[in-house]
């Protein structure tokens, strides 16, 4: 339950997102995890990452209209666009889009709001988290690629930090599938806080060049 409550988004390029909140979270699960003993600051860490992620959850409640809004100006995307690019952003954009109501639903049943149950809704949003993190790695399209030179670091930045996700969003799928349930918890804060402090540095370039 608690590690479905963890696979939270918000590293994709076009959800909206809490990054401080999230590398704090992240770093306060790896170093709790990295550190020795169970209690004490490594169980004040790892009490301290949870409450974050909870945190970040209910912030989340707040976000589904922002992202339908992009979903909708972006629509089928631009003409002069790569079909293909066109039609796996409109996929990446629905399953981010369905995220939320399910990661809503999950939250209500956990709290007593509604009669569910959570486990297969944390289990449908984070699969659906999934699917859009891989959609986003296999985006990149030969138009891309002709502007490699200029936009390289940018788009390997995106593939690993939409990779780390990824890796976390199988981990906390139900135990069978691939690795899902195998990761050691100090694993876990390390991709989550490579993946967050990536967006983070992404997030303040794009706020320069606007600024420029």
Not at 198 to 208: D, E, K, L, M
Request: include cysteine; aromatic fraction near 8%; glycine fraction near 10%.
């Amino acid at each position: 339950m608690d590690g479905w409550m963890r696979s939270s988004p918000g590293s994709s390029r076009t959800l909206p997102c809490h990054p401080q909140v999230r590398a704090l979270s992240y770093g306060c699960q790896l170093a709790g995890a990295a550190l020795p003993g169970p209690g004490g600051l490594p169980g004040g860490l790892l009490a301290a990452s949870a409450q974050l992620s909870s945190c970040r959850t209910a912030l989340r409640l707040f976000d589904e209209l922002a992202m339908l809004r992009h979903s909708c100006s972006y629509g089928l995307g631009p003409e002069g666009e790569d079909a293909l690019v066109r039609g796996l952003s409109v996929l990446s954009n629905v399953a981010n889009q369905l995220y939320y109501p399910c990661e809503h639903l999950a939250w209500a049943a956990d709290v007593g709001i509604v009669r569910a149950a959570s486990q297969r809704w944390w289990a449908r949003s984070t699969a659906l988290w999934g699917c859009a993190l891989l959609l986003g790695i296999l985006r990149p399209s030969p138009q891309r690629q002709q502007k490699l030179r200029a936009q390289v670091k940018a788009e390997l930045l995106s593939i690993l930090m939409d990779t780390a996700d990824l890796c976390n969003a199988i981990h906390w799928l139900p135990p069978g599938f691939l690795w899902a349930g195998r990761f050691p918890p100090w694993l876990v804060g390390l991709l989550g806080t490579i993946s967050s402090l990536i967006g983070i540095y992404q997030a303040s370039r794009g706020a320069n060049s606007e600024a420029a």
